[in-house]
């Protein structure tokens, strides 16, 4: 079997390259890949094509009996072609299985730019290992943000050159009283990479002012009392906060980003500022107001969870809904637009039913059909279609300890997830989806994915 790609169409060689490595791990043998000037006879033929239709990131898959064609107006669309012609492949094949798939075409285009996955790294550490099986899982169902929650309370998970002790001391633990962790520059650097390579922009966030006290324990004068407190290893929040009156905050924060948007090549920057219940209103106003041009000054747009509202929001910011529609409306009326990440419907810490042994249930159970049966564009009033980037499936990880547990709560709702990003509200309907999940399942077998085994989905 040969990929032949056009020749000197973007960077689709290494599309190419990548959908040869996945067709060799399920048939075991070799693919080559090659440059074409035309469409070649047989095998499968990726190019670049003008069609509006498709837009940035749609794609048209052709199974022809002996040619399989993969035409998008981007890359970033063959990726997108690629992941459907390996959905319509078995996960193990020999030869003659492997090319057993029905001849079909499909057109096919997201319904949103922004379709995103956070993993909190901070609560209980997980290694770039983890991170990356994390990136390729969501990759297959089309996503193209990994939001990382980088710091909180328990844990500062970044490497910081200027400020060594964030790590040395705030990256020593999480919940429970683990040992922590940390990623060096050099690894973030290469989960970036390696998302990048998979169409994926991370976002990461440093949450502030609020969700610092690793931050605070590690560096007494980012107190205000000058005092730093304990390392922290339970699950309360709200009750940390940098001292925003003194100036050692701004040069922090200036550092901080600084650093991490050097590493960075995507356009956000997330600064968190949710539930800081120990700052002082006004005091949150003029801090996240100062940070926002800090991160203006490095380059980057600031995405902030639904709080940041409250504040003089400056051009291109991002509210993450969560929680509170009166912020994530005032938002939109000052021009923001808007990441829906409804915690009632979003929240994959949440747990499916009271069985579930992990998770937590504060926004309510969230059963995989409660998952899936929503639409961002009509769930909030005065939040429209425009207004919305994109929607963003968090995971929290006060519970969630390891690799296995992690897959346990994401799957089988993050292919839900993906799909409201990805299908009009309109094409979309549980019934039919539940049967589709089904016959899914014996993939996530197959790639050994530690998935909940819904009643609700006739597995
Ligand atoms: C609320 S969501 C938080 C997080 C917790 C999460 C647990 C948000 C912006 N803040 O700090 O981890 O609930 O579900």
Redesign the pocket.
Known sequence: MDIYYQEGAGDLEKTALYLAGQLDDISGFSTNIRPAGSEPGKGIYMQVIDDAELGDEGYELNIGKKLVTISAGSDAGCFYGAQTFLQSLLVKADDDELFSTPTVTIRDYPEYSYRGFML?VA?HFFSVEDVKRVIDLIAMYKMNVLHLHLSDDQGWRIEIKSWPMLTDIGGGTEVGGGEGGYYTQEQYTGIVEYAHERHITVVPEIDMPG?TNAALASYADLNCDGVAPELYTGTD?GFSTLCTDKEITYQFVDDVVREIAALTPGPWFHIGG??SHVTAHDDYVYFVNRVQDIVADHGKKVIG?DEIANVNMVEGTTVQY??DVENTTLGVGKGARVIMSP?AYA?L?MQYDKSTPLG?H?AGYIEVDHGYNWDPETLVEGVAKDNIMGVEA?L?S?TITNIDELEYMVFPRLPGYAEIGWTSPSLRDWDTYRLRLANHGQRFDDLDINFYRSPRVPW
Do not use: G, I, K
Request: cysteine-free; proline content about 6%; aromatic content about 30%.
């Open positions: 909190d609560r969700h929040v949710d539930e969870w969560w929680d915690a929240y810490d937590l504060w968090p929290w006060e």
